[in-house]
């Protein structure tokens, strides 16, 4: 068992910093989380509806605007972002002379 051990440590060892900063952020993210979810529980319930709608509205439209949104929801923004502006027609917009 003390075999197993000790090779588990050298594999940690070995671990580049880039990987112990992820985990890190990771980590402060899930008590940051934690800690946020029970403050907002305090809340009046009305008042965090609004917070919650307003983040999640804004990341939506980010989403739609930049045409980053996770894999899974690919097929349903895909179907809407039609109705609203995107960062490449914008572009390709201001790459063209305009009309006289």
Known sequence: MLLLAVTAVEKIQT??????LKIIIAITAFILTIFLFRR????NKIIAAVIV??????VFFSWVYNRNEPAFLTPFVSRI???FPSANSYASKQGSQPKP
């Open 15 to 20: 671990l580049p910093p880039a990987i112990w």
């Open 40 to 43: 907002v529980m305090k809340m």
């Open 53 to 58: 709608f307003v983040v999640g509205t804004v």
């Open 81 to 83: 972002a039609p109705f």
